[in-house]
Nanobody, 128 residues
């Protein structure tokens, strides 16, 4: 059973930064793509960023390109999302996800349906 636990969310002023972490347990996810999604109140789940199993490929949603950076530490079974220049519209619950079907493939899935395990989410609130 895979468990993903997000941390690092909180309240920050516009223009500030936060770093989210997602720690995996239950099995190693070192060969799986990982991703971050977010959901704002009243809105659909949105792809934020993803990273291939070895970090060789990354992808970002248009709204966060140039401001967010995803990385991973396979020795710690952890993926990170560094968020800078935060805006009020970044306010959402951020979810970490892992894709079981991408094992060993250097791909970055962006569709929600391609991720098999999800964390409970961490709230990020950006005050303007």
């Amino acid at each position: 059973q895979v468990q993903l636990v997000e941390s690092g969310g909180g309240l920050v002023q516009a223009g500030g930064s936060l770093r989210l972490s997602c720690a995996a347990s239950g099995r190693t996810l070192n060969t799986n793509a990982m991703g971050w999604f977010r959901q704002a109140p009243g809105k659909e789940l949105e792809f934020v960023s993803g990273i291939s199993w070895n970090g060789g490929r990354t992808d970002y949603g248009d709204s966060v390109k140039g401001r967010f950076t995803i990385s991973r530490d396979n020795s710690e079974n952890t993926v990170y999302l560094q968020m800078t220049s935060l805006k009020a519209e970044d306010t959402a619950v951020y979810f970490c996800a892992a894709s079981g079907r991408t094992s060993g493939r250097e791909v970055v899935p962006t569709a929600r349906s391609t991720y098999d395990w999800w964390g409970q989410g961490t709230q990020v609130t950006v005050s303007s």
